[in-house]
């Protein structure tokens, strides 16, 4: 039995468990147990922080206990706590298999993520009767990397859409084995009022968007989470290439605001962290 110390942090109502080295690397069976909301610590993702001389190295996992590839609220809940510890207003480190460059901006509380830009995958052959019914005519669903795959689906309400029942029948798609995808919704709010489908149907040159509505579904949490830093990056991405939207770009998730923006040729994702508390707790 060992006692650890860990943190839980927290970035637009997406959680972690934060532990370091030299606490013991958790395998899966304690990553499950900790992230579990009834009878561990509770989290939708755990952090495990290794620092160098001048750098750290985190790895990041789900709560099923599977390593990921990345996750973007976790690298600003990272980057707050790295520049809270250097006193500096920047830093670089790797999150699993990406590296990314975090800042903090004038406004307390709010974190800026710089990674490079994300992979466009294209449109996916999805075989599903009906599915089309669901979606604003115009814009076709598409699959993008961000860190991790993400399938982007523009609805005309992000409210109403049926989240809970396409969210996994679209994770598990034959499309995205044997990894699956994380599924994300989003609802575009013109400026002009005008539904997206309209104005695209006009022909414009830009469409000039307001804001992103965004909901997600993520594989390995296996349910809809309160934000997916990811894929926030994803649907932005998305909105600037397909609809040609310019920077900065607005964005929201059930609870927080995010704006994406260009920095130095790379994506800049901005939204909130913070600490929530500290804790010790017993491994076996």
């Known amino acids: 039995m060992t006692s650890v110390r860990f943190e839980k942090w927290e970035g637009a109502g997406n959680d972690f468990v934060v532990l370091r080295a030299p606490s013991p690397r958790p395998d899966r069976e304690t990553i499950r147990a900790l992230l579990d909301r009834q009878r561990g610590i509770g989290g939708d993702g755990l952090l495990y ?87 604003i005519p115009g814009p076709r669903p598409t699959h993008i990397v961000a860190g991790v795959p993400h399938l982007i689906l523009p609805v005309r309400d992000v409210d109403a859409f049926p989240l809970d029942v396409w969210g996994p029948r679209l994770r598990y798609s034959s499309a995205f084995a044997p990894q699956g995808i994380n599924v994300d919704i989003v609802e575009v709010e013109c400026e002009d009022g005008e539904p997206l489908d309209v104005v695209i149907a006009r022909g414009t040159a830009t469409t000039q968007v307001s804001r992103l509505r965004v909901r997600t579904w993520e594989r390995g949490v296996e349910a809809e989470t309160q934000a997916c830093g990811s894929g926030l990056l994803a649907v932005g991405y998305w909105a600037q290439r397909s609809l040609r939207s310019p920077f900065p770009i607005r964005l929201q998730s059930t609870r927080d605001d995010f704006s994406l923006d260009m920095r130095e040729g790379r994506y800049a994702l901005t939204g909130p962290a913070r600490r929530v508390f500290f804790g010790e707790v017993t491994l076996s």
């Open 49 to 135: 922080i290794e620092r160098g001389t001048d750098s750290a190295v985190i790895d990041y996992w789900n709560p099923d206990g599977v390593r990921v590839e990345y996750c973007g609220n976790g690298a600003r809940c990272m980057t707050a706590l790295l520049l809270d510890e250097s006193g500096t207003s920047s830093v670089r480190f790797r999150l699993s298999d990406v590296t990314v460059e975090g800042r903090s901006t004038p406004k307390p509380g709010r974190y800026s993520v710089l990674q490079a830009e994300p992979e466009w995958k294209g449109v996916p052959t999805l075989d599903e009767p009906d599915f089309d019914e669901l979606l």
